[in-house]
């Protein structure tokens, strides 16, 4: 997702008005949580002055901070940063702080520093954090005081430091990659003024891409709506570049003893799959043919997006699977979280904690013991082919006869149709427009991978 676009996302700025209509006690502080990762510059300008950024302000005010707070996360916000704090405690849930000496922070030892002095009054710096995830944990680690406590509303960082992963693979390597499509290094002067720039290496590409492609089709039909300068055709392009998705995980199907095969998902990112904010969701779509034709379907979708079993029927929700053996069954890797009352809820600052969270761990899961608490698996009981790294799920199909061709892809949902219904219940003007969007634009899930064998 563009940065840019991070403080005018329609399914942020819906569950950010139901937050607020939901504890209007809270407004000033919960206006100052939603703002501070989203709409960091603007929530930045205000901060030093004692003030806040509202929501009224960030949608639709004329003031500085307004428009600097619709700008997104910016290029001038990161690279202010400062050092400081970054990798302590004190630094998450968006407690970065921005140094007022208007210093750029780059990855570069020597800076050409005179034109951006000249021309900005900024001075470009040195800081050796660019390239470090602590940089990213300050936004990436999002920790919620709800009624009952903290809730670890996303733990991105803390999955990464206890994956395999922290010893040698920042969040940048992934995300902000050195390498072209093409996987060579590049190399290139950074700025195309003034001319004679010395080229440099490494050059990080600024993709930050997810698998939130959804949100950026949303966008972009209802481009005068979310305004903020980016063009349709920018969005439309971003939510295209996918192909990074296919590095997020490998499928493996394997004949086993019995009317049985497994399927195996090994998990390639940096941190559990899916991670990041916990609408996103995940399932296996498997399907077995004999002689042509379809003897057995589990992780069908209806045209809306919602999992059915293969009448049609819509599915209530799924536990943890290690075994399926009928289309009513499916596996989904998902964090859902419930209220006090046990109901699931969309809403962090109303939850209690999870019911389940069986997303794939990402390789080399150790967690420390303050982590272990925080991002331990929910509700995965008995399932000893649930560990760091990967999932393998067996399936039993009465009838499996050799010959019979298996067909397995692992689904990608932004978010659940029923979450939608869900923000429809509290109608504030954010949350219809969301719900409008949302319902006129199906969303397909995305195939991350697929796999295809013959038994
Ligand atoms: C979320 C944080 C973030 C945002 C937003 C961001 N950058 Fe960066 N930028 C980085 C990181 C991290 C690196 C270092 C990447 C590396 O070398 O591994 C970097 C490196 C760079 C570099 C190369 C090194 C240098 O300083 O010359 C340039 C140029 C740059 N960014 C410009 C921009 C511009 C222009 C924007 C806005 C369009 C932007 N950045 C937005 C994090 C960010
Ligand atoms: C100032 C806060 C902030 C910092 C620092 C930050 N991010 Fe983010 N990031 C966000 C927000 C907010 C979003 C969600 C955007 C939205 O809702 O549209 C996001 C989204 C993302 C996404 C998801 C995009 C998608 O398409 O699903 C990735 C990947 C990402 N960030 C990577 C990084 C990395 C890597 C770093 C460190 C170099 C970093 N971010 C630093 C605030 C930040
Ligand atoms: C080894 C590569 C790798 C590393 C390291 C890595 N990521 Fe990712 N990340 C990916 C891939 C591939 C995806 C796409 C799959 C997805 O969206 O779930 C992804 C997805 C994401 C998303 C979007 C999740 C969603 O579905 O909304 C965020 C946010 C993110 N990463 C942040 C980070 C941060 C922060 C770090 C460091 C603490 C990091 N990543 C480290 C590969 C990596
Ligand atoms: C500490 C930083 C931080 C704070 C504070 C924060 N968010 Fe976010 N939020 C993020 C990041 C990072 C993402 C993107 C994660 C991903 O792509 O999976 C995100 C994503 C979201 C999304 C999903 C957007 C999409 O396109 O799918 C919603 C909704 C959201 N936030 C709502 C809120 C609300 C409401 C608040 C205030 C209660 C809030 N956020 C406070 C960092 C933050």
Same mark, same amino acid.
């Given at each position: 997702m563009p940065r840019r676009a991070a403080a005018r996302?329609?399914?942020?700025?819906?569950?950010?008005?139901?937050?607020?209509?939901? #504890?209007?006690?809270k407004r000033a502080a919960i206006e100052r949580l939603c703002t501070r990762c989203h709409a960091p510059a603007g929530s930045e300008e205000l901060a030093i002055?004692?003030?806040?950024?509202?929501?009224?302000?960030?949608?639709?005010? /004329? /003031?500085?901070? #307004?428009?600097?707070?619709?700008g997104g996360v910016t290029c001038s916000l990161c690279h202010q940063?400062?050092?400081?704090?970054?990798?302590?405690?004190? /630094?998450? /849930?968006?407690?970065?702080?921005?140094?007022?000496?208007?210093?750029?922070?780059?990855?570069?030892?020597?800076?050409?520093?005179?034109?951006?002095?000249?021309? =900005?009054?900024?001075?470009?710096?040195?800081?050796?954090?660019?390239?470090?995830?602590?940089l990213c944990a300050t936004c990436h680690t999002v920790i919620v005081p709800g009624p009952y406590g903290d809730v670890v509303e996303q733990g991105t960082y803390l999955e990464w430091r206890a994956s395999a992963f922290a010893a040698d693979r920042t969040c940048q390597s992934c995300h902000v990659p050195t390498v072209d499509e093409a996987g060579r290094g590049i190399?290139?002067?950074?700025?195309?003024?003034?001319?004679?720039?010395?080229?440099?290496?490494?050059?990080?590409?600024?993709?930050?891409?997810?698998?939130?492609?959804?949100?950026?089709?949303?966008?972009?039909?209802?481009?005068?709506? =979310?305004?903020?300068?980016?063009?349709?055709?920018?969005?439309?392009?971003?939510?295209?570049?996918?192909?990074?998705?296919?590095?997020?995980?490998?499928?493996? =199907?394997?004949?086993?003893?019995?009317?049985?095969?497994? =399927?195996r998902v090994d998990n390639l990112t940096g941190h559990k799959l899916p991670t990041g904010y916990p609408s996103r969701r995940m399932w296996l779509h498997v399907e077995v043919d004999v002689a042509g034709s379809t003897i057995f379907e589990s992780g069908r979708v209806d045209d809306v997006g919602r999992l059915v079993d293969s009448a049609g029927q819509v599915l209530p929700l799924q536990p943890h699977r290690d075994e399926i053996s009928a289309a009513d069954e499916v596996q989904v890797w998902e964090a859902r979280?419930?209220?006090?009352?046990?109901?699931?809820?969309?809403?962090?600052m109303d939850a209690r904690r999870y019911g389940k969270d069986d997303r794939i761990l990402p390789a080399g899961f150790a967690p420390s013991a303050i982590d272990r608490a925080r991002i331990e698996p929910i509700?995965?009981?008995?399932?000893?082919?649930?560990?760091?790294?990967?999932?393998?799920?067996?399936?039993?199909?009465?009838?499996?006869?050799?010959?019979?061709?298996?067909?397995?892809?692992?689904?990608?949902?932004?978010?659940?149709?029923?979450?939608?219904?869900?923000?429809? #219940?509290?109608?504030t003007p954010a949350g219809v427009r969301?719900?409008?969007?949302?319902?006129?634009?199906?969303?397909?899930?995305?195939a991350i991978v697929r796999a295809t064998a013959t038994l």
């Open positions: 996302d329609p399914f942020y700025l819906a569950v950010f008005a139901e937050e607020l209509v939901r #504890a209007p006690a002055e004692g003030q806040h950024l509202g929501f009224d302000d960030l949608t639709a005010g /004329s /003031s500085p901070a #307004a428009i600097l707070g619709r940063i400062d050092p400081a704090n970054l990798g302590d405690e004190r /630094s998450f /849930s968006g407690n970065f702080t921005v140094g007022y000496q208007r210093t750029i922070y780059r990855p570069y030892r020597d800076p050409t520093s005179d034109p951006m002095q000249l021309i =900005v009054n900024f001075r470009p710096t040195f800081g050796a954090h660019m390239t470090s995830a602590e190399t290139t002067p950074v700025a195309g003024f003034p001319a004679g720039l010395r080229p440099r290496s490494p050059v990080g590409r600024h993709t930050f891409v997810g698998a939130n492609a959804y949100m950026l089709e949303l966008m972009a039909d209802a481009i005068d709506w =979310v305004g903020a300068g980016i063009p349709a055709a920018e969005l439309h392009s971003a939510a295209r570049s996918l192909s990074h998705l296919a590095g997020a995980a490998t499928l493996a =199907v394997e004949r086993i003893a019995g009317d049985a095969f497994t =399927v979280l419930v209220d006090g009352a046990g109901e699931p809820t969309h809403r962090a509700a995965v009981i008995a399932d000893s082919s649930f560990v760091g790294g990967s999932d393998t799920v067996t399936f039993r199909v009465p009838g499996l006869a050799t010959g019979a061709i298996v067909r397995a892809a692992l689904m990608y949902q932004t978010l659940a149709p029923e979450t939608v219904d869900a923000i429809a #219940a509290t109608p969301f719900v409008e969007l949302a319902r006129a634009k199906k969303q397909a899930p995305i």
